[in-house]
C-alpha cells in the first residue's frame, strides 16, 4: 500500500547528541514537510521542500537540519542545538507543492530526553 | 504571525447527536482551508480541503462550509457515532510567498459516548 513510513516510532536522546528521524513516501509526492506538535499546540513547521536538493525552513526551524537526496525520502535531524527536543514528530507529504494540496501524514516519532 | 483559532477545544456528544465547529482564520491573503481528522494512534487523515468563498464540502455524514471574507469555516457531522471520536484539525493556506505552507489550528478534540 502507498503511504508514509516514519522511523522509529520511539527515540530517545542524550544530551549533546544528534538524532536523525526517517521519513520515507512512496507516493511519489513532490513536496514533502516535517511538523513538530507539542502539547495544547498546533502543528508547526520545521522544514519543507518542493522538490529534490531543494528545502526551506518552516516556522520553528532553529536547532533542525533536513536533506532531500531522494524523491521519496526526507530525514530531519535534530541537533545538540535545539535545547528543547521533547515533542511528536510528524512527516507529511502533498503531491505538489501549493497549500491547495491535501497532505499525508505519517503515524509519528516521538522524542525524548534521557 | 498567522492566527488559526478552533473552537471550542473539546467537545463531549451523545451517539446520534449532531455537532459542529468553527475553524477561524485570517481573512486577508487566503488560498485554502484544510480540515484533518486525527484519530488515536494513528496519522492525521485530510478530510476537505476548500478554496472558494461558500464553498460547501460533504463525506459522508460530515460537511464543511467555508467564507473567506470574515474567515470562518464549520464543520458539522449529522448523527455522531462512537467513530467520529478524534481531533478535528483545520489549517490555513495563505496566498503570500510560502504559500506551500500551511498553518494549523490546536485542534477541536470530539468524543462521542455511546
Known amino acids: 500500500d502507498g503511504g508514509i513510513t516514519q522511523s522509529p516510532k520511539y527515540l530517545f536522546r542524550k544530551e549533546g547528541q544528534n538524532v536523525t528521524l526517517s521519513c520515507e513516501q512512496n507516493l511519489n509526492h513532490d513536496a514533502m514537510y516535517w511538523y513538530r506538535q507539542d502539547p495544547g499546540q498546533g502543528l508547526r513547521l520545521i522544514y519543507y521542500s518542493q522538490i529534490v536538493n531543494d528545502f526551506q525552513k518552516g516556522d520553528i526551524a532553529e536547532g533542525y537540519s533536513v536533506s532531500r537526496e531522494k524523491k521519496e525520502s526526507f530525514p530531519l535531524t535534530v ?24 497532505q499525508h501524514f505519517g503515524d509519528g516519532t516521538r522524542l525524548s530526553i534521557l | 504571525i498567522l492566527n488559526v ?55 459522508g455524514r460530515i460537511s464543511a462550509t467555508l467564507n473567506t471574507k470574515e474567515g470562518y ?6 448523527g455522531s457515532q462512537p467513530e467520529d471520536s478524534a481531533t478535528y484539525l483545520c489549517a490555513f493556506g495563505g496566498a503570500q510567498g510560502g504559500s506551500e505552507k500551511l498553518v494549523f489550528g490546536k485542534g477541536t478534540k470530539l468524543t462521542v459516548n455511546p
Open chain 1, 79 to 102: 541537533t545538540s542545538a535545539q535545547k528543547n527536543p521533547t515533542a511528536f514528530y510528524l512527516c507529511a507529504s502533498s503531491i505538489f507543492r501549493g497549500s491547495n494540496q491535501p
Open chain 2, 5 to 59: 483559532e478552533q473552537s471550542p477545544q473539546s467537545l463531549h456528544v451523545q451517539e446520534g447527536d449532531s455537532t459542529n465547529f468553527t475553524c477561524s482564520f485570517p481573512s486577508s491573503n487566503f488560498y485554502a482551508l484544510h480540515w484533518y481528522r486525527w484519530e488515536t494512534a494513528k496519522s492525521p487523515e485530510a478530510l476537505f480541503v476548500m478554496t472558494l468563498n461558500g464553498d460547501e464540502k460533504k463525506k
Open chain 2, 73 to 78: 469555516s464549520y464543520l458539522y457531522i449529522k
